[in-house]
């Protein structure tokens, strides 16, 4: 397991950007494969962007052509850089973290999970 703090979060207009990003702690964040999930009151717990050990990403049909996740191995980052934001959007954002290869958008996958920050975004 690894450490995650998540920092970025806040309030924005309709069609505005925030990036976020996800400290990791440890020695081994290059082997970790790395996610962003979401959750909205009352809702389940959805994959937002996804991103492997060798820079390959993945991204849920609602954020497609909006949102880039990469990540900086020698920093032990990955960052979510959100753009064209909608209300929609609006959720608490969580980093997470595995090792283990399986299908990057169960939740089941992830062994290590941030606190989570809050993204607001006003119509």
């Known amino acids: 397991q690894v450490q995650l703090v998540e920092s970025g979060g806040g309030l924005v207009q309709a069609g505005g950007s925030l990036r976020l990003s996800c400290a990791a702690s440890g020695r081994s964040f290059s082997t970790y494969r790395m996610a962003w999930f979401r959750q909205s009151p009352g809702k389940e717990r959805e994959f937002v962007a996804g991103?492997?050990?060798?820079?390959?990403?993945y991204y849920a049909d609602f954020v497609k052509d909006r949102f880039i996740i990469s990540r900086d191995n020698a920093k032990n980052t990955v960052y979510l850089q959100m753009n064209n934001l909608k209300p929609e959007d609006t959720a608490v954002y969580y980093c997470a973290a595995t090792t283990i290869v399986t299908d990057v958008r169960w939740r089941g996958s992830y062994d290590s999970w941030g606190q989570g920050t809050q993204v607001t975004v006003n119509s």
């Open positions: 991103i492997s050990r060798s820079d390959n990403t």
